[in-house]
């Protein structure tokens, strides 16, 4: 493997860590338009990843709605 590639490989890479954080910035603004408390953030991504891995289902909108809405019946608690 050549130096450019190897270089290539961490640009892409901290690319990757870049778009995770947006994505996961992104994810916690939806879950607090949704109505999710402060105290319970963590939690609830966590919960609403969870998800994401037992139904292994596309991600679109019309997933990640399903997927909230299925986060305020099983973990009401979250929402205020």
Not at 54 to 62: D, L, M, P, S
Request: charged share 30%; hydrophobic share 40%; aromatic share 4%.
């Amino acid at each position: 493997m050549s130096q450019n590639d190897k270089e290539r490989i961490l640009e892409l890479e901290e690319d990757i860590e870049e778009l995770s954080i947006q994505l996961s910035d992104m994810l916690c603004v939806a879950l607090h338009l949704s109505g999710v408390r402060e105290a319970h953030m963590q939690q609830a991504l966590e919960a609403y990843i969870d998800n994401l891995d037992e139904e292994n289902a596309e991600y679109g909108v019309k997933e990640i709605l399903q997927n909230l809405a299925k986060l305020k019946k099983t973990h009401p608690h979250f929402f205020s």
